[in-house]
């Protein structure tokens, strides 16, 4: 039995359709993903070789307005310029372009709260929000009925809105309890002075693997490297010199390694340094870092993924930890004697 003839215009979703041989209201299904537990897997590859055939091109402008949508999502992060945050973008994207959305990213002024800015709730969908609290999105939100549909990245569970996090509590811990191994007992702690929950859980996992070491030097600085340094230099020089510094990212390790170059100290065999993240950084500075890798592109996939669910069925998912890796490199070492 011979295919259906090509439409001889723009081919429409009652084209697939006949040319599938299914209804319409299938196709809707298959072509909007919406097909699971509703439609079998062979009739889902019959309508996407069928559309693929004809070269179908879904009607973006008459559906959204059929359904009450923009098909847009907010991405809401501290910053653009983050390799951490761009890879969470990375991720976020890949699964928005798969369910046919766009993505507008908007940044967080200081990391605390929204820039001013064009976007209303009537401009989006949803909102997917990294490494804040859900208090600061509350203006955008307030202008949709119900609330505007949100999911959290890095930020606090618990507060009735469904969160994706890495786990940054166990990576902490894995190590700490890594560095006290190599028999470290004085430590040093370059805390972000960014006010977020991911840096408020690694600092309480350091303290709680801390045992019967001491920490005996701490401050804090802004993710930068010139503050890093800073903000290290007193840390390494203090009279009761710390055998490693553990720094809350990447970025501030190697503003460390630049403190311990100014003062005449070797990593690792003076001071050990460790980072968190896993970021370019730790492939660049010389020796390289020992971190925690965590799973960016990861986070913003399944970030995605949940908000979309959350926006097809209107029911919150679980929370969702996604586990990191402990990275050992040539940063640290067992302390030096005495």
Not at 119 to 139: F, H, K, N, R
Not at 214 to 239: F, G, I, K, N, Y
Not at 305 to 314: M, R, V
């Given at each position: 039995m011979s295919s259906p003839p090509l439409p001889a215009g723009r081919p429409t979703s009652k084209d697939v359709a006949r040319h599938a041989g299914v209804s319409q209201s299938t196709v809707s299904l298959v072509l909007a993903d919406k097909w699971r537990g509703r439609v079998s897997p062979a009739t889902v590859t019959a309508v996407r070789t069928a559309a693929a055939a004809l070269g179908y091109q879904p009607n973006n402008a008459a559906r959204s307005l059929r359904l009450g949508r923009t098909r847009t999502?907010?991405?809401?992060?501290?910053?653009?310029?983050?390799?951490?945050?761009?890879?969470?973008?990375?991720?976020?994207?890949?699964?928005?372009?798969?369910?046919?959305?766009?993505?507008?990213?908007?940044?967080?002024?200081?990391?605390?709260?929204?820039?001013?800015?064009?976007?209303?709730?009537?401009?989006?969908?949803?909102?997917?929000?990294?490494?804040?609290?859900?208090?600061?999105?509350?203006?955008?939100?307030?202008?949709?009925?119900?609330?505007?549909?949100?999911v959290m990245l890095d930020s606090e569970p618990g507060r009735g809105v469904t969160t994706v996090n890495d786990d940054v509590a166990e990576g902490m811990r894995a190590l700490t309890e890594y560095l006290i191994g190599l028999g470290?007992?004085?430590?040093?702690?370059?805390?972000?002075?960014?006010?977020?929950?991911?840096?408020?859980?690694?600092?309480?996992?350091?303290?709680?693997?801390?045992?019967?070491?001491?920490?005996?030097?701490?401050?804090?600085?802004?993710?930068?490297?010139?503050?890093?340094?800073?903000?290290?230099?007193?840390?390494?020089?203090?009279?009761?010199?710390?055998?490693?510094?553990?720094?809350?990212?990447?970025?501030?390790?190697?503003?460390a390694y630049k403190a311990a170059r100014a003062l005449g100290l070797r990593v690792p065999d003076d001071v050990s340094v460790s980072g968190f993240g896993d970021l370019r950084y730790a492939r660049v500075v010389e020796p390289e870092l020992t971190t925690v890798r965590?799973?960016?592109?990861?986070?913003?996939?399944?970030?995605?993924?949940?908000?979309?669910?959350?926006?097809?069925?209107?029911?919150?998912?679980?929370?969702?930890?996604?586990?990191?890796?402990?990275i050992v490199r040539g940063s640290t070492a067992p302390p030096p004697p005495g």
């Open positions: 999502v907010m991405l809401v992060v501290p910053v653009l310029t983050s390799p951490f945050f761009g890879a969470v973008h990375t991720g976020a994207a890949r699964v928005a372009a798969r369910r046919d959305f766009g993505i507008v990213v908007y940044p967080t002024r200081d990391g605390v709260d929204l820039a001013a800015g064009p976007y209303t709730s009537a401009a989006i969908d949803g909102v997917l929000a990294s490494s804040m609290a859900v208090e600061p999105l509350g203006t955008l939100r307030a202008g949709n009925a119900g609330d505007l549909p949100l470290h007992r004085r430590f040093a702690r370059l805390r972000s002075a960014v006010p977020s929950w991911t840096f408020d859980a690694r600092d309480a996992a350091f303290r709680a693997a801390l045992g019967t070491a001491t920490v005996v030097a701490e401050a804090s600085s802004a993710l930068l490297l010139d503050e890093a340094r800073q903000a290290a230099l007193p840390l390494l020089a203090a009279p009761a010199r710390p055998t490693v510094l553990v720094c809350d990212d990447d970025l501030q390790a190697a503003g965590l799973p960016a592109v990861e986070l913003g996939a399944r970030g995605m993924a949940a908000l979309l669910d959350l926006l097809d069925t209107g029911t919150s998912g679980p929370d969702v930890v996604l586990a990191g890796e402990l």
